[in-house]
């Protein structure tokens, strides 16, 4: 537990990107069997996300780095992973951001306009246009404090009818 917290420190030290958006969180760690025991074994779980494919890369090989030094005799530390979401993003110039923007504003919502790591990222990833188009507010995202707003889902669901009927024409 002793050497994977020391780990954990180091990777949690990494600096990152700012632009563009890279992140990294443990949101995980176990192992040991009691608490005077010395752990046999422990494990944590690291979530790495880009906006850049590039970015994501080299921050993967920046904590393999780390992983690689932290080996050592007595010491076996191995990474695997657990899943995938590739980087990828879409300029607020594109006709779908900009008629995303459209009928939200005709809705009375002021969109605003964030990258994030969300499913859109697979089709971005791969060259395809696609977003996320929130139908309201909240806060405290992916803490115990998270909420959303519920007054401005209706107008939020209003403006996504009318892109979605925009978009095929109906």
Not at 132 to 147: C, D, M, N, R, S
């Amino acid at each position: 537990m002793h050497e994977l917290a020391a780990l954990t420190a180091r990777i949690a030290s990494l600096a990152l990107p700012v632009s563009p958006r890279t992140t990294l969180n443990v949101g995980k760690i176990a192992g040991g069997t009691s608490i005077n025991t010395v752990a046999a074994s422990a494990s944590l779980e690291l979530d790495m996300r880009s906006e850049s494919p590039q970015s994501l890369a080299e921050l993967v090989s920046r904590v393999n780095a780390l992983i690689e030094t932290a080996n050592r005799p007595g010491v076996r530390v191995e990474a695997e992973s657990i899943g995938r979401r590739p980087g990828g993003s879409i300029p607020a110039s594109h006709p779908l951001v900009e008629l995303a923007v459209a009928c939200s504003r005709a809705q009375g919502v002021e969109p605003i306009l964030i990258g994030g790591s969300t499913d859109a990222n697979v089709p971005l990833s791969r060259g395809l246009p696609a977003l996320v188009l929130g139908v309201t507010t909240g806060g405290g995202a992916h803490t115990l404090a998270e909420f959303v707003d519920v007054e401005p889902v209706a107008k939020g669901m209003d403006a996504l009818v009318e892109f979605v009927e925009r978009v095929f024409g109906i």
